[in-house]
């Protein structure tokens, strides 16, 4: 989730670059840089860290041309660097790329043994020598743009120029966004509105499978074979505040709005098909059949996908788990040793009892590695020199109230549990095909429940005034109404409990009457039946029931206040679907009580002190 800005026209280019990455720095800050044309030349500057030390760089050493294009980076491939920084640039084609090209190990090694030399450890290099390599074989920018992209995979969006013919910017995308802003006798494009809307309101919107020529005075829009399409201008009068959340009213509103892509790019390059393989790049267990046991540390809302995970590693893994919540961990005295792996699962990966915890870990001969969304961060850091790091792709999580963050972490347990079950010899091709048949499966099906966010908003005002409200689950589902309790009391302010639905029974039952709403989570699943009978003896005590069925269920209506539906899907991915309905009632109801939904009042988004 790269920030990408260029510009064509009578302008000095590298000021309006510079201003429209700043704007897209919520899109990811580990480096930056900018590449120019002028006289036929390429100039290029990059820094690492944020913009400011990019604008120092341009201080130092000034830029000047009409044509240009920049990047702020949040990297997938490759450690932050200058090196790995874009843009890249390679015998005067300079690229800048916002995507995870899969099949770039399979094309760097045929470019190396074409001669071909790479100074980063990016994928997106990849695409510089594709399209130089074509340029060199005598094709025009366009024609070897075209080429190239019949050669990749993946998500993508481009901006690419060449030295050579400096009256052009080319871009093209699939899977990452792209836009184009209209101007007069100058043309921009960038990642996000929000970078240009200080210059025009008019814009074209890239869809997948396109590509665009922009000059200062048009653009010309084709799809990949060179098709013309025609232009279609969309005028925007979004203020930039609301540009930045994409039109959404907060940003934790956009962030449960994007995790079906947010899902598809955390799965994106790590499953193989074929032989039912998961790779997980950047995670290095040795042999894993040496692990009698895993512990698995985290906070808040990391620990509730850490119990999830235990469900999805224990039944395909057949490998023992333990959750463990960070702040305890280390007071409790652990038996650790070099058969036990300990796996930290971090958003920000900076959270204090979870970085103590794996210290102490790795001090005591464990195995330590994460699952975190922030790369280099010093969780991850500490990992790298034991197990390693499985990044979540999610992309900046800007509200405080974690959402894609989450889910997308329980997609790379998901991953890790079939990687451990392949690899310990006791999940077979067919169940592991299964299984990720079942898994790409989850980004539309969670299109399907954010498409009935209108009901959930209707249950919202009839529950907004409630002073208190008990979420039930059990099995995988037991750690998403701990999760959805959570949710709703970390931005409403309204006190929340989440129980194991066959725990009621044991005293919290005392609690029910009909001022408390109780949201039971009710799903098909191999705990359905004790599930309704526990909520039916809420139902007995005039308890208001809330209740989250699987599609088609004719029974629960009937026990029922309000009924969310959620499609159906495998047990163990059930909670990335039941979370998203909790997650929308969460927000409308902290929305129709007027908090600050973005940033809550106490909170902070990452805890760095204990
Ligand atoms: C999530 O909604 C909370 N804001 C909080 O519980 C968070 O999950 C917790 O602080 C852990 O943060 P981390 O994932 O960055 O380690």
């Not at 994106?268 to 040795?286: F, I, K, P, T």
């Not at 999830?308 to 023992?320: S, T």
């Not at 329980?410 to 990687?419: K, N, P, Q």
């Not at 399907?448 to 009839?462: G, W």
Request: charged share 25%; hydrophobic share 40%.
């Amino acid at each position: 989730m790269c920030g990408i800005v260029g510009y064509i026209g009578r302008e000095e280019a590298v000021g309006i670059i510079v201003e429209g990455l700043r704007k897209l720095e919520y899109r990811g800050y580990d480096s930056a840089g900018v590449s120019i044309i002028k006289d036929g030349k390429t100039d290029i500057r990059r820094a690492v860290g944020k913009l400011a030390n990019l604008d120092k760089a341009l201080r130092d050493k000034p830029i000047f041309g009409n044509t240009g294009i920049g990047h702020t980076r949040w990297a997938t491939h490759g450690r932050p660097s200058e090196q790995n920084a874009h843009p890249h640039e390679v015998d005067g084609v300079s690229i800048v790329h916002n995507g995870i090209l899969e099949n770039y190990m399979e094309l760097k090694h045929r470019l190396q043994a074409q001669g071909r030399k790479f100074k980063s450890e990016t994928d997106t290099e990849i695409m510089s020598h594709l399209v130089a390599s074509h340029i060199a074989e005598g094709r025009n920018l366009i024609e070897a743009v075209r080429a190239s992209l019949k050669e990749i995979r993946g998500a993508f969006a481009f901006l690419i120029q060449h030295e050579k013919e400096p009256n052009k910017i080319v871009t093209a995308k699939t899977a990452s966004p792209m836009v184009v802003g209209v101007g007069k006798g100058e043309m921009f494009v960038a990642s996000d509105i929000p970078a240009l809307l200080g210059h025009t309101r008019d814009f074209i919107i890239l869809e997948d499978g396109q590509m665009a020529v922009l000059t200062a005075d048009g653009v010309e829009l084709s799809d990949f074979d060179g098709n013309a399409l025609p232009v279609k201008t969309k005028h925007v009068d979004w203020s930039p505040v609301m540009a930045e959340k994409a039109g959404h009213k907060h940003f934790m509103h956009k962030e449960i709005h994007e995790q079906p892509t947010a899902i598809a790019d955390t799965i994106r390059g790590r499953v193989l098909m074929e032989d039912a393989s998961v790779h997980l790049d950047g995670v290095n267990l040795g042999d894993v059949k040496k692990l009698r046991r895993l512990i698995i540390t985290a906070c808040g809302t990391s620990f509730h996908a850490g119990m999830v995970g235990k469900f999805m590693i224990e039944k395909l893994a057949r490998l023992g788990v333990d959750c463990d919540l960070a702040s305890e961990f280390r007071y409790r005295d652990p038996v650790l040793d070099e058969e036990t792996g300990v796996l930290a699962i971090s958003q920000s990966g900076e959270t204090a009892d979870t970085l103590a915890a794996i210290k102490l870990a790795k001090s005591q001969g464990a195995t330590v590695f994460a699952v975190c969304n922030v790369l280099e961060s010093s969780i991850a850091r500490e990992c790298a020199t034991s197990g390693g790091v499985m990044y979540t792709h999610a992309g900046p999580e800007i509200g405080v109230a974690s959402t894609k963050a989450f889910t997308t972490q329980l997609v790379a347990l998901y991953l890790l549990a079939i990687y451990l079950g392949r690899a310990r010899g006791v999940l077979d091709k067919g169940a592991a095909q299964k299984c990720l048949e079942d898994l790409r499966e989850i980004p539309s099906k969670i299109e399907r429940v954010l498409a009935t966010e209108a009901s959930i908003i209707a249950i919202a005002r009839r529950y907004a005034q409630a002073r208190d409200f008990l979420f039930l689950g059990r099995g995988p589902n037991f750690p998403i109404a701990l999760e959805g309790a959570l949710k709703l009391k970390e931005i409403s302010y309204i006190h929340a409990e989440g129980y194991s639905a066959g725990e009621m029974k044991h005293g919290p039952i005392a609690l029910i009457d009909d001022k408390m709403p109780v949201v039971g989570i009710a799903t098909e699943g191999p705990v359905y039946d004790k599930t309704v009978a526990n909520l039916e003896e809420v139902r007995a005590r005039n308890g208001k029931l809330i209740i989250l069925a699987t599609e088609g269920d004719s029974k629960i209506a009937a026990i029922a206040d309000d009924v969310i539906v959620v499609p159906r899907t495998d047990p163990l991915l059930d909670p990335i679907i039941t979370t998203i309905p909790l997650q929308l009632l969460a927000y409308h109801i902290a929305d129709i009580n007027g908090t600050d939904v973005d940033q809550p009042r106490n909170l902070a988004k990452s805890v760095t002190v204990e």
